[in-house]
């Protein structure tokens, strides 16, 4: 009896060392930066290595950017605890602080919009432009493409079909070949197309402001809460920071709290409700 009692309380003891592992990972082990796919993942892996550098030097560890194939798999992959820093727009980072745990750092002080883009020439000057027209959005889950689908309900639009894309560039692409009549993205990539091709586009209707790119530390890595915000606050400050936000038309960092993400609980739940029916 006694050796069954010492048997399982080792094993007890074994599943709780393994626990604790996992919930306090290795200073040797990558801290993950996941960064919503809002552009190719070469591109962010490439944008974002500044940041990574300045995390590095701080946390004294390594420090990976990594992103998912969409914004839904994103969700579901941050939500699952992938990251110890999920970068995502607002309404994701809603869901992730609401039902995952995650903790508001910071977001850019630019604007974030979503917009409808259409054929520079176009003859729309109305909403109902639309009616029985090809538009288009990126993910299901992405917040440029709820905002447009809200937009289209709204104003009672209904196209004849609403195709989603990878990207941006990809929406750029479809309309000016006559392929769809206008298509939602953000702001920031409009402004990142090649001049040649936003001089071929027009912004047809704007969003308010919303939470963009917000930065989310996991729960279980709460006790570097002060020295990540710190550290990014540092990278905001010194010159390569200043190039980083000059370069991407980011404005700097500015605190953001649970007050400002829950606003966008109606669209997290949309994403919540993705997830839960398994969709992409």
Known sequence: MIRKFCMAAAMVAGLAANAARAQ??????????????????????????????????????PVEIVTAPDFTEFARRAVA???????????????LRADA??????????????????????AM?????????VVLGLNPSSLVTLWGLHWLRDHKVEPRQIRHVS?????AQLILSGDAAGGFMSLANF?????????????????RPMAGRVYMLNGRDAA????????????GRSAEGQRYFDDNKLGGYRDIGAAELKVMAPLADEVRQVLKGGGK
């Open 191 to 207: 402004q990142k197309l090649p001049q040649e091709v936003q001089d071929r586009l027009r912004v047809q209707e704007s969003s």
């Open 101 to 122: 745990g995650y903790l508001p750092l910071v977001t850019y002080q630019a604007d974030f919009r979503a917009v409808l883009v259409v054929e520079h020439t176009s």
């Open 224 to 235: 570097l809460r002060d020295k990540v915000h710190a550290a990014l606050a540092a990278f």
């Open 24 to 61: 306090t990972p290795a200073v040797d082990e990558p801290f993950l930066v996941g960064v919503a796919p809002h552009t190719s993942a070469r591109v962010i892996i490439e944008q974002y290595q500044p940041v990574r550098a300045a995390l590095a030097a701080a946390l004294e560890r």
């Open 167 to 171: 990207a941006a560039d990809s929406v």
């Open 81 to 95: 605890q992938e990251y110890d820093i999920a970068i995502t727009t607002g309404h994701q980072a809603e869901l």
């Open 125 to 133: 000057k109305k909403p109902e432009a639309l009616n029985g027209a």
